[in-house]
């Protein structure tokens, strides 16, 4: 037996001496459910300083639950991040970036592994029910990494001919820039041009898909992976929540987005399974500040979507298993959704893949072990190519770069963005436990913080490269 294998078995071993009890309770291995939000600010949900409506299912949520105060995405972009999310990887060393659209050929390498995959292992039924946003052609759909059902839209809500960027356009020159809008159930389109009628329906869908599925697989060990479309502008609604909240249209779309969380806790209660089942709600990145009041709020942090401003990559988490996770509490230590897929193959007794991941379990951190500590000593916070920032305990340290920013003014009405300014930033160091806003450089004031930084900014540049330096442990993406 090499050495790694000894200690994981090791590692392995001290961590199910922590979660044997749930087994010998529930005698199949948790449920597991993730609910990713698109484009949701910090501070949109109660727990986190919602104003304007209410989110009664997600209070509850976090008072039966824990709420995790420094929760990091890959990437404060939409396929980026579900790369993070899905694989447990950085999104550089798989190779998406961005957020990829109907004209791409790129996708999900068959070769990567999905939360789904490692829920296969031990037999678990699994579905997509939503965005997927990793590659739109068969090859790259749900069905062919580890899901056994799959219903949603292939990419953004926008991109399609109604797209703000297209609208002064003749039908004939949209469609040039942007094709009809599909939905996709397992590998077949079933509607080739979905309408705004269709867009208020989604996340009822959605929803009724997953609670359906929860139905049909109560009895055996499931996996539900529902990332909703909304609430990425354009901003759409069921009849059932138009007009309800005092923040107009995205605060009704917020109350149904809770809803949502309600249907879901519900039906996980209704079958007694709630000390059977984790749940996890998060988001893919911040707010689109640019759409103004049709976007949200990161509150306390800075910038947004776009940027690795901790507006654009820290996002809202909460986490429920009763029983299991502790209730109304709160944890403050830094973790990143590249640590759900290997918490998850821990609590399952799942192996992991062969080839490198970079997050690690946090179950003591969800399980607010006594002296749970991060198991990474850094996050490391790419945009696009470029390493921008390393968040390690307290500190934040920003290496020289371009950001867009609205620069204080307000965004757009109505669906209709106004235009970003672009600033730069050179190397700052930021204490975050004071300064959660980013707003004070204390570089001068800790050299040795800002040296320690560099030094572990520098060993990941060998491994995930830097703009037009390629690291030697970026795999290759799929390709048609």
Request: charged share 20%; proline share 6%.
């Amino acid at each position: 037996m090499t050495l790694r294998r000894t200690i994981r078995t090791f590692a392995l071993l001290f961590t199910t001496s922590l979660i044997a009890p749930f087994y010998a309770a529930a005698d199949r291995p948790p449920n597991i459910v993730i609910i990713f939000i698109d484009d949701m600010g910090y501070a949109d949900i109660g727990p986190f300083g919602a104003d304007g409506y209410e989110t009664p299912h997600l209070d509850r949520m976090a008072k039966e639950g824990r709420i995790f105060t420094d929760f990091y995405v890959t990437q404060a972009v939409c396929s980026a991040s579900r790369a993070g999310l899905l694989t447990g990887c950085y999104n550089v060393r798989v190779g998406i970036g961005g957020a990829l659209g109907p004209k791409s050929n790129i996708g999900i390498h068959a070769d990567e592994v999905t939360i789904a995959e490692i829920c296969k292992q031990k037999d678990y039924a699994t579905a997509c029910y939503g965005k997927w946003h990793l590659g739109h052609h068969k090859k790259f759909l749900p069905l062919q990494h580890g899901f056994d059902d799959y219903f949603g839209l292939p990419y953004s809500n926008d991109m399609w001919p109604y797209h703000p960027g297209v609208l002064k356009l003749p039908m004939e020159g949209r469609l040039k820039k942007w094709p009809h809008l599909p939905l996709i159930e397992g590998n077949r389109t079933v509607n080739s041009q979905v309408t705004g009628s269709d867009q208020e329906q989604l996340t009822t869908q959605y929803t009724e898909k997953a609670v359906q599925f929860i139905n049909d697989h109560k009895d055996e060990p499931f996996l539900v992976y529902l990332p909703h479309s909304m609430v990425h502008v354009p901003l759409y609604v069921s009849d059932k929540f138009k007009g309800k909240s005092e923040r107009g249209l995205f605060g009704d779309v917020m109350m149904e987005v809770d809803w949502s969380v309600g249907q879901v806790l519900n039906t996980v209660r209704r079958h007694d399974l709630q000390n059977d089942t984790l749940v996890i709600f998060t988001a893919d990145n911040g707010p689109w500040l640019s759409y103004g009041d049709h976007c949200g709020s990161a509150g306390p942090l800075r910038e947004g979507k776009g940027t690795m401003f901790d507006g654009g990559c820290r996002e809202s988490c909460v986490m429920w298993w009763p029983g299991n996770i502790p209730a109304d509490t709160s944890c403050s230590v830094p973790a990143m959704t590249i640590d759900i897929l290997p918490t998850i193959a821990e609590l399952i007794d799942a192996e992991l893949p062969d080839h490198k991941i970079d997050g690690k379990s946090i179950w003591p951190l969800m399980a607010d072990s006594k002296n749970a500590t991060s198991p990474h000593e850094a996050y490391f916070m790419y945009y696009g190519k470029q390493l921008q920032a390393v968040r390690s305990g307290r500190w934040k340290l920003h290496f020289p770069h371009g950001y867009r920013t609205m620069a204080g003014r307000p965004g757009g009405t109505g669906g209709i963005p106004t235009a970003y300014s672009q600033a730069t930033i050179g190397k700052q160091l930021f204490d975050l436990e004071t300064d959660i806003g980013e707003t004070t450089n204390v570089a001068n004031s800790h050299p040795d913080v800002v040296e320690h930084l560099t030094e572990l900014a520098n060993v990941i540049r060998k491994d995930l490269g830097d703009n037009k330096v390629k690291g030697t442990g970026i795999r290759p993406v799929g390709r048609l």
